[in-house]
């Protein structure tokens, strides 16, 4: 099976590099169009607070998107598979999502950690949601725990 369009979840970890791979593998050979996420997370708004972020803060998060784009753009220009970038505020559900829906994307691509049914349900997982609300095929790459 081929996908037209994959959309490659990355946030700068080891499980977004593993999806990278993945993806890159999937995509090499095949005139399949490449799409690298990132979501910027955005501080919690609390009522009554100066909700402006400093110049620091911004230029931290921008340095660090580059990184992130930077760093899953190489391992895909290693494996001779070209790619798009897009950087979006929000969480990283809804920054995905979007972006699969308003892309029409065949498959998300999305690095999956091994965590046991606790930390789950306590954390919350991206790649749990994405499996649940998508409207296309979810594909998880393993990750080795830490």
């Given at each position: 099976?081929?996908?037209?369009?994959?959309?490659?979840?990355?946030?700068?970890?080891?499980?977004?590099?593993?999806?990278?791979?993945?993806?890159?593998?999937?995509?090499?050979?095949?005139?399949?169009?490449?799409?690298?996420v990132h979501?910027?997370?955005?501080?919690?708004?609390?009522?009554?607070?100066?909700?402006?972020?400093?110049?620091?803060?911004?230029?931290?998060?921008?340095?660090?998107?580059?990184?992130?784009?930077?760093?899953?753009?190489?391992?895909?220009?290693?494996?001779g598979v070209?790619?798009?970038?897009?950087?979006?505020?929000?969480?990283?559900?809804?920054?995905?999502?979007?972006?699969?829906?308003?892309?029409?994307?065949?498959?998300?691509?999305?690095?999956?950690?091994?965590?046991g049914a606790?930390?789950?349900?306590?954390?919350?997982?991206?790649?749990?949601?994405?499996?649940?609300?998508?409207?296309?095929?979810?594909?998880?790459?393993?990750?080795?725990?830490?």
């Open positions: 099976m081929s996908f037209q369009r994959i959309l490659i979840a990355i946030d700068g970890s080891h499980g977004a590099e593993s999806a990278t791979r993945l993806a890159g593998e999937l995509a090499a050979g095949h005139d399949t169009d490449v799409l690298l979501a910027v997370p955005m501080p919690p708004m609390v009522v009554g607070v100066d909700q402006s972020i400093s110049d620091e803060s911004i230029a931290y998060l921008e340095d660090t998107a580059d990184k992130v784009v930077s760093t899953a753009t190489a391992i895909l220009d290693e494996m070209k790619s798009e970038s897009i950087v979006k505020t929000g969480g990283p559900v809804d920054v995905i999502l979007g972006v699969a829906e308003e892309r029409d994307v065949d498959a998300i691509v999305v690095g999956h950690r091994g965590h606790m930390k789950r349900f306590i954390l919350g997982s991206v790649s749990s949601k994405l499996a649940h609300h998508a409207r296309c095929a979810v594909v998880l790459a393993p990750v080795a725990e830490d």
